[in-house]
């Protein structure tokens, strides 16, 4: 890890660091897919606060995973732009278009109620073209993932993987400190080879 990384990581406090690491995740998850549509992926980044209101896009990112993720490459000693913290940036994006795209298909299987037949027809409309364009997203950002992984990644055992892609997911909890202390217990087994450990406290099965 560079000193400036190092600087980086340790003051995520900060607004410009923050704002400049989380420009660094949203760059790492370009290098999958450069040719998407980035304003439909970061449209699907999107949760609700603890108190009820919806965050989205960059702006969820700065505030609840960056930190995450420069906690991890702090501990792991690992810069923004080592192998493993791109791989989680990108996963971290596919898993809110998987959400977003199990919504849809929800949606289109009934999961919606409507008032006259030409409001149904049009809505679905609209559905349908939504999921065809976030399931290409998705596919296009997996192959990225996929390729990434074999060329930067192939001496890990497959476990390491799954347990990046874990470490890639954020929901909004409650209890920070439990979350915190997993993440930090889990980051202490991985740099001392303990695979098998790390990915049992995430709830991983080999």
Request: glycine share 8%; hydrophobic share 40%.
């Amino acid at each position: 890890m560079s000193h400036a990384d190092l600087v980086m990581t340790s003051t995520v406090a900060f607004a410009p660091i923050r704002r400049s690491l989380t420009q660094n995740i949203i760059a790492n998850g370009k290098q999958f897919a450069p040719s998407a549509d980035w304003n439909a992926i970061l449209d699907c980044v999107t949760e609700n606060t603890i108190e009820g209101r919806p965050i989205q896009g960059e702006s969820l990112i700065s505030k609840y995973f960056t930190p995450k993720l420069a906690s991890i490459a702090f501990r792991m000693g690992w810069g923004m732009d080592t192998p493993e913290v791109v791989y989680i940036s990108g996963f971290y994006f596919t898993n809110y278009l998987a959400e977003r795209l199990n919504k849809l298909q929800f949606q289109l299987a009934g999961g919606m109620t409507f008032q006259t037949d030409a409001q149904k027809e049009k809505i679905l409309e609209g559905k349908r073209n939504e999921a065809f364009k976030i399931d290409g997203l998705k596919i296009e950002l997996d192959g990225g993932l996929s390729e990434f992984a074999n060329a930067h990644l192939a001496d890990k055992d497959p476990l390491y993987l799954k347990v990046y892609q874990r470490l890639s997911r954020y929901q909004v909890v409650y209890d920070e400190h439990k979350a915190r202390r997993e993440k930090d217990l889990v980051c202490n087994l991985l740099k001392e080879g303990k695979i098998a450990e790390a990915a049992r406290i995430l709830g991983i099965e080999g």
